[in-house]
């Protein structure tokens, strides 16, 4: 018996436990893979090398406290700094200058003054409206949503910020963006490492507050936990385990049990039953609500038939891990250009290279056919340049993160070539000879994210609303992380704020189940 079960051992999942730990309940995580952290881990694959699952650069986990609630650092988490914080190149002129974002932003409008002099003053009026904006998101992401708290929040920002967030709340990121820059290649790329990888369009309705990801990179800056990003994660099961909470691994939920109108704890596909008069869930929400919830209470039955009717989405991302002994050179970083910029390495940031809008449109549309787009959108690191602990003796280890690939391919994963076709194509984009230094590699595809992580159809559930949905109510279970059924809380990326490495939903569910919850365990 526990004061509180939690379900996945996600980032999120282990952020809500180590609180509610630290808060004196008695809290069980169960985890059905062998380890926790989900697809914020680090892994050990191609003989000795160590790679990320997901993309290495921690930007909004940074905006919370909780590195410093939870005492992190003494738990072995220490972060480095990335800058240049990103390079956009473009699949249509391999030729031309990338754009170079520096976290100083005096610096990266110097550098854009050389390789985009006409985009300056636009980036200009960019910054003085989407910072503000910025530093409001960080605001609202920081505690639950309900009405009373962001009203708070907001009430001395209604002039200037308040107002803007609501408009980019209602409009797609493509029209945000496209009102400050005019060159096209900017806001593919600005996409590309925003909403893209939400699966939606750049002119997809709603999706606006997406680009204000330039800005929150000024803001904020990017770091990579030294040792790869599954640092995070076990940082915070260590400080878990430091505050009393246990951690089960290879357990694997069934079912939600349920006894009147409220929780009793969860059946393991064992059989064992685990019992706790609370419950979160830090997985798929349709999972835990549908799959799970075998038998309702009568207050939750049309939350459950809500989300039985919604269709299973299908997931669309793969990704490439290699161990090069050649690191891939962009011919567009040259000595010219870094003498006009000032030096950087280009091999610190994320580079993303991207396709014009009409095509990422396309290759959107070819995802239902099980197809991917000639020229998809592509973001590359390599992280054992910044964080010498990745290396493989003198080798480097290279991610190679391909957006919009289907779950289903015509032919099946196992035969196709498309990944190698992902590499080739990459290559010719860089100087000669980086394909030579291909010592092994590996792809990881939405088949694989099924079977390895859980996900349904390889699909990585992001809350697809935005503050203003959050501050209306919709789907309460994802904004208020808490369900009809009495002592069943959800928290995951399929909750608010939503998905990347971020954790908000995991500090923010804690504190709704203390509230909720913590007086009736604690007496």
């Known amino acids: 018996m526990a004061d509180v079960i939690v379900v996945g051992g996600g980032h999120n999942g282990l952020v809500c436990a180590a609180y509610?730990?630290?808060?004196?309940?008695?809290?069980v995580v169960l985890e059905a893979r062998g380890t926790t952290g989900g697809c914020a881990s680090t892994v050990d694959a191609l003989d000795g090398a160590r790679v990320n699952v997901c993309n290495c650069d921690h930007t909004m986990v940074r905006t919370t406290a909780i590195a410093d609630e939870l005492d992190?650092?003494?738990h072995g988490l220490s972060y480095l700094d990335v800058d240049p914080q990103a390079l956009h190149v473009s699949w249509d002129s391999p030729g031309a200058a990338p754009f170079v974002q520096f976290r100083d932003v005096d610096r990266t409008i110097d550098a854009l003054a050389v390789t985009h002099p006409t985009q300056v003053d636009g980036y200009r009026r960019y910054l003085a409206d989407a910072l503000p904006v910025a530093r409001l998101l960080v605001e609202l992401t920081s505690a639950p949503p309900t009405p009373g708290a962001v009203l708070r929040r907001l009430a001395d920002r209604r002039a200037t910020a308040l107002p803007r967030l609501l408009d980019w709340s209602r409009r797609s990121v493509g029209a945000v963006l496209q009102r400050y820059l005019t060159d096209e290649s900017l806001v593919a790329g600005a996409f590309t490492t925003g909403p893209a990888v939400w699966g939606v369009t750049a002119g997809t309705p709603?999706?606006?507050?997406?680009a204000t990801g330039l800005a929150m990179r000024h803001l904020v800056g990017i770091g990579r936990p030294v040792g790869g990003s599954g640092a995070l994660p076990a940082a915070v099961h260590a400080a878990l385990v430091a505050a009393g909470g246990r951690v089960r691994t290879g357990a694997r939920v069934a079912e939600v049990?349920?006894?009147?109108?409220?929780?009793r704890g969860v059946r393991l596909s064992t059989g064992e039953v685990v019992e706790a008069p609370a419950v979160v869930c830090a997985v798929d929400p349709r999972q835990a609500l549908v799959d799970w919830l075998g038998s309702p209470p009568s207050g939750a039955a049309a939350m459950t038939a809500r989300w039985a009717a919604r269709p299973t989405p299908d997931g669309y991302e793969s990704k490439i891990d290699a161990v090069v002994s050649r690191l891939p050179r962009l011919p567009q970083v040259d000595d010219a250009l870094l003498a006009a910029t000032g030096p950087f390495d280009q091999h610190v940031p994320t580079t993303t290279i991207a396709?014009?809008?009409t095509e990422i449109a396309a290759a959107h549309a070819l995802l239902p056919e099980g197809r991917v787009a000639p020229r998809p959108m592509l973001l590359v690191n390599t992280p054992s340049v910044l964080d010498p602990t990745m290396a493989v003796g003198d080798d480097h280890v290279f991610s190679l993160e391909v957006l919009w690939t289907p779950y289903s391919l015509p032919g099946g994963w196992a035969s196709s070539t498309e990944p190698q076709r992902w590499l080739t194509a990459y290559a010719a984009q860089v100087e000669p000879g980086f394909l030579d230094g291909v010592r092994r590699w590996r792809v990881v595809t939405p088949e694989d994210y099924e079977?390895?992580?859980g996900m349904t159809r390889g699909y990585a559930p992001s809350f697809a609303g935005g503050p203003l949905a959050a501050l209306l109510g919709r789907d309460r279970e994802l904004t208020r992380y808490e369900?009809?059924?009495?002592?069943?809380?959800l928290t995951g990326a399929g909750t608010f704020p939503g998905a990347g490495v971020w954790g908000a939903s995991g500090r923010n569910a804690a504190s709704v189940v203390l509230r909720r919850h913590g007086a009736r365990a604690a007496a």
């Open 20 to 27: 509610l730990a630290r808060a004196g309940l008695d809290v």
């Open 72 to 74: 992190l650092a003494a």
């Open 206 to 210: 709603g999706t606006g507050l997406g």
């Open 257 to 263: 049990l349920v006894e009147g109108p409220g929780v």
């Open 355 to 357: 396709p014009p809008l």
């Open 451 to 453: 079977r390895d992580f």
């Open 483 to 489: 369900t009809p059924v009495r002592g069943l809380f």
